[in-house]
């Protein structure tokens, strides 16, 4: 190898690398111009295998620009170093992932090695590397595929180089001597093909259905009601009447479909009552009645600098981890919640505005027609369909 080849090819790989991933990120967003929400759910290897067309569309344009003039050889090591790199990174923040990173440049090492006594050793030695590859790391991606499901789907650009690129390395012989716009236009006309079927193929199934949760929102405090769709962020169906537009409540962070909607007398908001009150130096240590005024479910917010100690019942108090971040939630779930008494510990002396939120199911009657609506491939995920009734107050 002569001097600077092993950084060429590094820097061949990496953009290899970069590209294809950005690639397979201007994909995805210009599809989703085109189709909002999940539109992957229902059979989400079409986006997939566009995905890994994208990044074998960028392998090969790449190696034949940058990499133009490295042979095998010459890119093999530059592959393994990043790979390694990257490995490194990984086990940085999940130690248990560097198992997937040692084996394969091993056993290239071993080849390349071996080489000097026996000259085809070396791409015997690769070819050992990328299949045990596809059989670690391909089985990790298969499973990240699932688990992953929600996206963000271009992730899978990087993740699927690192499988791709060293057997596009070896194909290098082939992709040479078809022409320097071949593979790529074969390659690009995949990546269409793919992106046409994500493009015709159902969002949702009967099998991965859409999430879908409707809900029914009051301010007690405001004395002001709304619609709440909890989804993909897809467009609402026909079948929803009014003025929707995106955005979010007090209680969460999340965006979701916001309209107007009629108060329900019938619900309320649960009520903390203030037992008693500890002081001891900079901290406090509060007693508080919960009563659910009809709800099935309490939850007590508390805003990030709250600098709660310790929640809990007597005889079972938790200490909070302060290192984390975000608000401090404190659940109550079931009948056994109505007259609970609940202790905290706060680190400071000045009063906390607390949301406190109850839920139940189901939907008041005026829901029917957004009951109705739903989709066919649509039902509630993660949250029931319920009403929320929440007001604040100083503690």
């Not at 940085?92 to 040692?102: C, E, K, M, N, Y």
């Not at 050793?121 to 391909?138: D, Q």
Request: with cysteine; proline share 7%; net charge positive.
């Amino acid at each position: 190898m002569h001097r600077g080849g092993l950084l060429r090819s590094a820097v061949t790989i990496v953009s290899a690398i970069a590209g294809s991933t950005i690639l397979s990120w201007l994909l995805v967003a210009l599809i989703g111009t085109v189709r909002h929400g999940i539109f992957w759910r229902a059979h989400p290897v079409w986006t997939h295998l566009t995905i890994y067309a994208a990044t074998i569309l960028a392998g090969v344009a790449l190696l034949a620009t940058i990499g133009s003039g490295l042979d095998r050889t010459k890119l093999r090591p530059g592959f393994w170093l990043i790979f390694l790199i990257v490995g490194g990174a990984i086990g940085l923040i999940a130690p248990g992932g560097t198992v997937f990173f040692i084996f394969p440049p091993l056993l290239a090492l071993i080849g390349r090695l071996a080489a000097r006594g026996w000259q085809p050793a070396e791409r015997v030695g690769s070819y050992a590397a990328i299949m045990f590859l596809y059989l670690t790391w391909g089985a990790t991606i298969g499973l990240l595929e699932e688990l992953l499901n929600g996206g963000p789907m271009w992730i899978f650009a990087p993740l699927g180089s690192l499988l791709i690129l060293p057997v596009l390395i070896e194909a290098r012989p082939l992709i040479v001597g078809a022409g320097p716009r071949a593979p790529a236009m074969v390659a690009g006309a995949l990546t269409l093909i793919g992106v046409g079927a994500v493009l015709a193929v159902p969002a949702y199934s009967a099998d991965r259905q859409q999430r879908f949760v409707i809900q029914h929102v009051t301010d007690a405090s405001a004395r002001k009601s709304w619609w709440s769709v909890l989804d993909d962020a897809a467009p609402l169906p026909r079948g929803f009447a009014g003025q929707w537009k995106r955005g979010e409540l007090s209680f969460s962070d999340g965006s979701r479909w916001l309209s107007e909607a009629p108060s329900d007398p019938a619900r309320k908001a649960p009520n903390v009552q203030l037992i008693s009150e500890t002081k001891a130096g900079n901290e406090r240590t509060l007693a508080l009645r919960l009563a659910v005024n009809g709800n099935d479910r309490v939850k007590l917010i508390a805003p990030a600098d709250a600098l709660i100690r310790s929640a809990g019942v007597s005889g079972f108090v938790r200490p909070i981890n302060q290192n984390e971040e975000g608000k401090y939630f404190i659940e109550c779930f079931g009948r056994s919640c109505d007259g609970l008494t609940l202790q905290l510990t706060i680190g400071q002396l000045k009063p906390i505005q607390f949301l406190v939120l109850g839920s139940k199911a189901p939907l008041p009657p005026s829901a029917a027609p957004l009951i109705a609506a739903r989709p066919r491939f649509a039902r509630p995920q993660y949250n029931r369909d319920e009403s929320i009734v929440f007001t604040g107050v100083n503690l």
